[in-house]
Nanobody
């Protein structure tokens, strides 16, 4: 599985961005998909997850502001980020998980300026 993330950029506090992660192959629908982020000098942090059945999970830090979705027709998972804060600044990475197999895409940088 190859994953290609995009959509990062510079946004002001309170703004919105939508990240995309395009997956190769026709097996996209069999994978749980997730977003993580890593800020400079910090550990990688879980941001959102959507299962093959559409169940979503978020940490408290983004709950109510971020929304993950998936489009099987486009083999793409999205992360809609609203009400962005400076602490959301990080490289955002997507992953695909199934039966112990884990794949990561490259990151896309999100910078929230005040």
């Amino acid at each position: 599985v190859q994953l290609q993330a995009s959509g990062g950029g510079l946004v002001q506090v309170g703004g919105s961005l939508r990240l995309s992660c395009a997956a190769s192959g026709s097996i996209f629908s069999r994978y749980d998909m997730g977003w993580f982020r890593q800020a400079p000098g910090k550990q990688r942090e879980f941001v959102a997850r959507i299962t093959t059945t559409g169940t979503q999970n978020y940490p408290d830090s983004v709950k109510g502001r971020f929304a993950i979705s998936r489009d099987s027709a486009k083999n793409t998972v999205y992360l809609q980020m609203n009400s962005l804060k400076p602490e959301d600044t990080a490289v955002y990475l997507c992953n695909a998980v199934r039966s112990g197999a884990l794949y990561w895409g490259q990151g896309t940088l999100v910078t929230v300026s005040s």
